[in-house]
């Protein structure tokens, strides 16, 4: 990726202003107040500046935001839009903008996750039964603990009020944060379930621009309720 040289000087003749005028994020209405510079929390990293990204958008130049690392510090928190006096969509942009990356050159483990959940429903490409061995380990230890004696992961319940999607890193690195899920739903008498396939819970391709395989995750989880026949959906990423 590179980084935006935010000093140079732009010859306006070779730019297409047109060139994303059909996007529904009304770049064109910037009046250049810096309002969404000010609320961003990670303005200045690497010279990154929202109304900088929202004028080259508005003036087209394509090569420029499609290989810079700009889109990728945003954090989709939202902030600037709310305070956008123009009410330009700016993290709408960000991920069409992100969608114009060449899948391979997506940074980081973002694409080979996501490549890695089509072809088996998470992200690890974890097995159903090594899945469900560590959901059954870590509840086996929760029960270990004094209140919750006797507790069991209801995987797969069927008729459970509450669906929960889990996040890859919680069977991996981070099994302690299952336990916290887990105690609370047990301390409010919760009925609830995981599903033993399909339960990743992470939205790599709404945060890489790909609304294709996003779609693809969405309708996962709705097969999931709808085979559980499980009415209400807790996806906390
Ligand atoms: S807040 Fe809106 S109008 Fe102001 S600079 Fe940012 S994008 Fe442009
Ligand atoms: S959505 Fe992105 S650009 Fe807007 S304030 Fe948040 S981090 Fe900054």
Same mark, same amino acid.
């Given at each position: 990726?590179?980084?935006?040289?935010?000093?140079?000087?732009?010859?306006?003749?070779?730019?297409?202003?047109? #060139?994303?005028?059909?996007?529904?994020?009304?770049?064109?209405?910037?009046?250049?107040?810096? !309002?969404?510079? $000010? *609320?961003?929390?990670?303005?200045?990293?690497?010279?990154?500046?929202?109304?900088? !990204?929202?004028?080259?958008?508005?003036?087209? @130049?394509?090569?420029?935001?499609?290989?810079?690392?700009?889109?990728?510090?945003?954090? @989709?928190?939202?902030?600037?839009? =709310?305070?956008?006096?123009?009410?330009?969509?700016?993290? *709408?942009?960000?991920?069409?903008?992100?969608?114009? #990356?060449? #899948?391979? *050159? +997506?940074?980081?483990?973002?694409?080979?996750? /996501?490549?890695?959940?089509?072809? $088996?429903?998470? =992200?690890?490409?974890?097995?159903?039964?090594?899945?469900?061995?560590?959901?059954?380990?870590?509840?086996?230890?929760? *029960?270990?603990?004094?209140?919750?004696?006797?507790?069991?992961?209801?995987?797969?319940?069927?008729?459970? =009020?509450? /669906?929960?999607?889990?996040? =890859?890193?919680?069977?991996?690195?981070?099994?302690?944060? /299952?336990?916290?899920?887990?105690?609370?739903?047990?301390?409010?008498?919760?009925?609830?379930?995981? %599903? %033993?396939?399909?339960?990743?819970?992470?939205?790599?391709?709404?945060?890489?621009?790909?609304?294709? #395989?996003?779609?693809?995750?969405?309708?996962?989880? +709705?097969?999931?309720?709808?085979?559980?026949?499980?009415?209400?959906? @807790?996806?906390?990423?």
């Amino acid at each position: 990726m590179t980084d935006i040289d935010t000093h140079q000087t732009t010859d306006l003749n070779g730019l297409d202003p047109g #060139r994303f005028r059909d996007w529904s994020c009304d770049q064109d209405f910037c009046v250049t107040c810096a !309002l969404c510079s $000010s *609320a961003c929390p990670v303005s200045g990293i690497d010279d990154f500046d929202p109304r900088k !990204l929202v004028r080259m958008t508005a003036l087209g @130049m394509e090569d420029e935001i499609v290989e810079a690392r700009w889109p990728w510090i945003c954090t @989709m928190c939202g902030k600037c839009e =709310n305070l956008c006096p123009m009410d330009i969509h700016i993290p *709408a942009m960000v991920r069409r903008i992100r969608g114009l #990356r060449d #899948r391979d *050159a +997506v940074p980081g483990i973002l694409h080979k996750g /996501l490549e890695a959940a089509m072809q $088996s429903g998470n =992200n690890l490409g974890l097995p159903r039964e090594d899945f469900v061995f560590i959901l059954e380990d870590v509840a086996e230890e929760v *029960a270990e603990e004094p209140g919750f004696e006797g507790f069991k992961v209801p995987i797969d319940k069927k008729g459970a =009020n509450l /669906l929960t999607t889990i996040h =890859n890193k919680l069977v991996n690195t981070h099994t302690e944060d /299952l336990k916290h899920w887990w105690k609370i739903f047990h301390a409010a008498g919760e009925d609830w379930t995981v %599903s %033993s396939v399909n339960w990743e819970g992470t939205n790599w391709g709404y945060f890489t621009g790909d609304d294709e #395989r996003m779609k693809v995750m969405v309708d996962r989880i +709705v097969e999931q309720m709808e085979r559980l026949e499980v009415k209400n959906l @807790m996806w906390p990423e």
